[in-house]
């Protein structure tokens, strides 16, 4: 992905999973902290490709954030990105499945 010259406005919000649902994307940067109106989230920038939220999105994805407080950020994802040079790599290049369970619990595989 080629950085991008100018960016005004906010980027698009991926909408939420409900339990028992699923996601397909990849990610386009770092977690990054951010307060929001219900407090400190992790942002992610990603690349969507399928979505139950969002039908008709084409086979090419669409760019959003990932705003969450699920704790697989924090307790795998960010110690894995500061100490694997591969799963770094890996997290960049891989597809993921990002799955709601039915407690609402989150889990990534990739």
């Known amino acids: ?32 902290t951010v307060e929001t109106e219900y407090g400190e989230k992790y942002s ?9 939220s969002y039908p008709s999105l084409s086979s090419d994805g669409m760019e959003l954030v ?21 799963f770094r790599k890996d997290y960049l290049e891989h597809y993921w499945t990002l799955r709601v369970d039915d407690g609402g619990s989150y889990r990534l595989e990739g």
């Open 1 to 32: 992905m080629s950085e991008k010259k100018y960016s005004f406005g906010s980027a698009s919000r991926m909408k939420a999973l409900e339990p028992g649902q699923e996601a397909t994307l990849k990610f386009l940067g770092d977690p990054k």
């Open 44 to 52: 992610i920038p990603i690349h969507l490709y399928q979505h139950p």
């Open 66 to 86: 990932w705003e969450t407080k699920a704790q697989v950020i924090e307790k795998d994802l960010l110690p894995l990105l500061k100490d694997s040079k591969e």
